[in-house]
């Protein structure tokens, strides 16, 4: 009776799996390192918090994973993970607002001249926020993630006419914004 312990060996259909499932865990590692900064940078972009927008990103990465094999189009996994980031970043928002309703009071800013996310934001970034999420989505993607309107509108999943007419009117809604200030 031999007691040796070799490697298992599969069947063929389940070497090829393995193989499908490293070259996902490659392609995934790979898209990962290529774009988590970038995606990190959206997503506070629209959060406005950086702790908030790593989790963000590591949640769709997360969803990417287990939808990975699932996925129509591999080579669109970029495209949905961003459009992934930009819910999560929807949903915090949401989660926000609830909060804000439901909070009996805000509390006093910490003593001491401690930074806060608001005392850091720019005069852009104020505006930005106070733009209309769709308006502020596309913005970000179009002039900060340096997207073209194909890549927008398949992000976004609308049409590319509605990104541009978006565009248009959210760049002059920050342009009015900055005529309002300068009075």
């Known amino acids: 009776m031999d007691c040796s312990v070799s490697g298992t060996v599969g069947s063929p259909g389940e070497l090829r799996g393995a193989e499908r499932a490293d070259g996902a865990s490659a392609a995934l590692t790979d898209l990962f390192l290529g774009h988590h900064l970038e995606l990190v940078r959206l997503a506070l972009l629209m959060t406005g918090d950086l702790a908030t927008a790593e989790d963000v990103v590591q949640d769709a990465f997360e969803r990417l994973h287990r939808r990975w ?5 591999q080579d669109s996994s970029l495209a949905y993970v961003r459009s992934s980031v930009l819910n999560g970043c929807r949903s915090v928002y949401r989660r926000a607002l609830v909060a804000r ?27 930005l926020s106070r733009l209309p999420r769709r308006q502020r989505e596309v913005l970000v993607l179009r002039y900060y993630a340096d997207l073209n309107v194909d890549e927008i509108a398949a992000t976004l999943q609308i049409g590319p006419s509605a990104v541009r007419s978006t565009a248009t009117r959210g760049i002059a809604a920050l342009a009015r914004a900055f005529q309002e200030a300068d009075r």
């Open 69 to 73: 094999p699932n996925l129509e189009r």
């Open 101 to 127: 309703r439901h909070a009996p009071g805000l509390a006093e800013p910490p003593a001491g001249g401690a930074d806060t996310a608001a005392d850091e934001r720019s005069d852009l970034m104020a505006a």
